[in-house]
């Protein structure tokens, strides 16, 4: 080959990395109920619970395995957020097989604005009351959390995202979630 070959042939190869860089792939593997996604750009994963069609990141919580989550209303999904309204009520609930002893669970709630982590107000901190889990958190079982919350009007048009938390006695991440929304 000669010189000039090699170089259309580099050229080539070259064009094609770039390309490939600049694109956001996307693949699907089903993994029990929920399909990955995986974005060669980004260090996380967006999931897709498959029998709610939520979608979600996990985002941490080493004491606890994911196996459902569900927004409710999620009827409609723009640009791959949950469509929220104002003036209704929106209810998360996370099923996650506990991996740890726990005598209490806190929630906690973010709206992560640009990639800052703001505190909203949690309607019921206490997860161990009126969320469906009953405290002591025994290892092994299946516990299925629930949290109800406004969408209140004064809530700007915006897409962002949520992060819930649930955190145990030791103040440790027992599982961490965090939901794509866009509030109309």
Known sequence: MHCAQWNRILLSVSFLITTFSLLQILTLAKANSVYLVSRFDDEHSLQFDFDSGTPYKNCGGSRSVIKSVQLT???EISEGHCVLRR???VTCSISFESEE???TLTAKVFGIIG???VPFPCPQPNACENSGIEC???KGHVYD???TAPILEKYPKK?????GELKD????LVTCIELPIKIE
């Open 136 to 138: 002591p958190m025994v």
């Open 169 to 172: 006695d030791n103040d440790e």
């Open 73 to 75: 209303p999620c009827d």
């Open 159 to 163: 897409k962002l995202w949520v992060k």
């Open 87 to 89: 003036g209704i009520n």
């Open 101 to 103: 002893n726990s005598t």
């Open 115 to 117: 990639f800052v982590p």
């Open 145 to 147: 959390y629930s949290l």
